[in-house]
């Protein structure tokens, strides 16, 4: 998938992070866990002031939780949840897809089996598919390339979340953007057939299930109060929680001066959708 972009020193430091933490979360090997690490390590764009993020899933009956701690100088945040509960951020969205998103983004798994790595491809497929489709169907397409599938999902994120763009951008505005975007093409496909969102015929690939206007209404204002609710709570209840993350986005645009490269992604994408 995605462990190709990543260079072998950070591989390394993660695969250490990783077995020096699990104690600090609490899982054992018979818990059957495995770790996603996603964000700035996997694409080699870490900064001193850059935080190693991941994600914990395991069968311990525990709520989710999110810890913060620190390894060989960087601070580590740490999502940890059971099974079941990822599962059901794919398809029914209990949380707004708040850990079925992170996926989505270019990530690198640790200890995870072909099972395990099963598990994530349904996970993201199903929580961001049916709105994938509906991004389709505003276009009057009913066919997709592999192509149109990767856009359709990301246009579906800023559907839900447009602060999301200022995140996307990053990787728009990266040296290897035509390499990261060739392999979510190939990531999201393969999500899009595991979820069985899509089939395939031939080359070409066409939506299983759409959701009607009131469905699509109904689903983006369930996600998105499901969301923030959870990124409040998981931050010491912080109220504004929110709202710093709007502003943080929003932030990011205006101090680099991107204003006209985050226009251009929009374009590039929209482009790729039709």
């Not at 899933?57 to 100088?73: A, D, K, M, W, Y």
């Not at 707004?96 to 491809?121: C, E, R, T, W």
């Amino acid at each position: 998938m995605y462990r190709t972009l990543m260079n072998q020193r950070n591989f390394d430091f993660v695969a250490r992070a990783v077995a020096c933490l699990v104690d600090e979360v609490g899982v054992k090997g018979d818990d059957e866990n495995f770790w996603i690490c996603y964000g700035s390590f996997v694409l080699n764009q870490q900064t001193v002031e850059s935080d190693l993020d991941l994600l914990c899933i395991h069968t311990l009956p525990t709520t989710v939780r999110r810890i913060q701690s620190s390894f060989e100088g960087y601070p580590v945040t740490i999502y940890s949840l059971n099974r079941n509960d990822f599962v059901s951020d794919g398809r029914q969205k209990i949380f707004g897809g708040y850990f079925g998103g992170k996926v989505l983004n270019p990530h690198v798994m640790f200890l995870a089996s072909q099972k395990d790595m099963d598990v994530i491809a349904e996970v993201g497929g199903a929580f961001i598919g049916p709105f994938s489709g509906a991004m389709a169907e505003r276009k009057g397409r009913t066919v997709a390339t592999d192509t149109n599938l990767v856009a359709d999902s990301v246009l579906a994120r800023f559907h839900l979340c447009p602060w999301y763009r200022s995140y996307f951008l990053r990787y728009y505005t990266s040296s290897n953007f035509q390499q990261l975007w060739e392999r979510m093409t190939e990531v999201m496909t393969s999500f899009f057939l595991k979820a069985g969102i899509v089939i395939q015929d031939g080359n070409k690939f066409r939506y299983q299930y759409t959701f009607s206007d009131e469905e699509l209404h109904e689903s983006t204002l369930a996600s998105v109060a499901r969301f923030w609710s959870l990124g409040s709570s998981l931050h010491s209840g912080m109220p504004d929680f929110p709202a710093f993350y709007m502003q943080k986005a929003e932030q990011y645009v205006k101090d680099n001066s991107l204003e006209n490269r985050l226009e251009e992604m929009i374009h590039f994408l929209q482009v790729q959708s039709d």
